[in-house]
């Protein structure tokens, strides 16, 4: 490897670290909302579970849905 390529490498990688730091620093403040909300009575599990239904797009939400209650179904569930 040429100092050029050298050089590179170290840059991409220094720039890797710091955002995995900023990645973490991201996931303590979401954990701490979690807490937050926890200690004011709600359930950080179902808070959770509704973040993840709102990333999901409208139509693959209902396909998740209709297959749940299939799955529910056959055993038993409800």
Known sequence: M???TD???????ERVERLEEEKK??????LDVY???KAVGYDPKMMRA?????KMKPDDRRQMEMELETYKSA???D
Do not use: C, F, P
Request: charged share 35%.
């Open 2 to 4: 040429t100092a050029n």
């Open 7 to 13: 050089d590179r490498l170290r840059l991409l990688i």
């Open 25 to 30: 620093g991201i996931s303590d403040d979401i």
């Open 35 to 37: 807490r937050e909300a």
């Open 50 to 54: 509704v973040v993840k239904l709102r």
């Open 75 to 77: 055993l038993g569930l």
